[in-house]
């Protein structure tokens, strides 16, 4: 707008007062809020579902646990009832066998050399002589 100024008689152009203000549908701070909270929920969403994902993986592994022991309970039971005097006197009867006296017992380890203090090879070693020692 152009003004007549009294003072010095001559045409000036008037300042533009109004103040530069850029209005935003958001605010800075608002969307830095909505930000924050849009990670703090993605981050809640990422450890629930690792922990269900870890969760699952421990009741896969007890039930297997579970399943392992009932097996080894039932085999366990199994084994003691074949173990029992009755069973044995039958197998004995069945195939014609006697229970080995503590002479007759000799104990291997794993290579199949006899264990150190058996009886037996010993009294094996004497009456066969020196063939039984060549021979092992």
Known sequence: MILFNRCERSFTMKKNTRMNVRMTAVPKYGMLLVAL??????SY?????????LGQEIL???QKNMSLENEWIRETARWNK?????????VEKDFDMAIPLAEQIVRVDASGRV???QVSVARFYV???SEGKASR
């Open 45 to 53: 969403w990422f450890a629930d579902s690792k922990c269900h994902q």
């Open 60 to 62: 896969k592994h007890e």
């Open 127 to 129: 009456i066969a002589g």
């Open 82 to 90: 074949n173990k029992t005097p009755e069973v044995l006197e039958k």
């Open 37 to 42: 909270v849009v990670v703090a929920a993605l």
């Open 115 to 117: 264990l150190p203090r």
